[in-house]
Nanobody, 115 residues
Framework: QVQLVESGGGLVQPGGSLRLSCAAS????????VNWIRQAPGEQRELVAT???????DYADSVKGRFNISRDNAKNTVYLQMNSLKPEDTAVYYC?????????WGPGTQVPVSS
């Protein structure tokens, strides 16, 4: 069973930056598209960014130009670089991927954006 662990969250001021990491316990993650998904208090989950196994990236309109998703297959890790953060980016951020038979989620990392 693959375990995902997010890290890098924490309180940040508007305009600041954070880099989130999603570390997998096995290399299977390298063969699949990986998503960063966030959930703000009282809101539904929102797909923020996706990176395919080949490195193709896609972003929600709300974060285009500010966030960058990347992956390091040698470390079985996917990153989310978040710049120019806004209060509306406040959420719990989760990494996620699915295989044909399983869906994997990390426990999430909190990102409060506030002055």
């Amino acid at each position: 069973q693959v375990q995902l662990v997010e890290s890098g969250g924490g309180l940040v001021q508007p305009g600041g930056s954070l880099r989130l990491s999603c570390a997998a316990s096995g290399s299977i993650i390298n063969s699949y598209s990986v998503n960063w998904i966030r959930q703000a208090p009282g809101e539904q989950r929102e797909l923020v960014a996706t990176i395919t196994s080949g490195g193709t990236k896609d972003y929600a309109d709300s974060v285009k130009g500010r966030f960058n998703i990347s992956r390091d297959n040698a470390k079985n890790t996917v990153y989310l670089q978040m710049n120019s953060l806004k209060p509306e980016d406040t959420a719990v951020y989760y990494c996620h991927f699915s295989t044909i038979v399983n869906t994997y989620w990390g426990p999430g990392t909190q990102v409060p954006v506030s002055s």
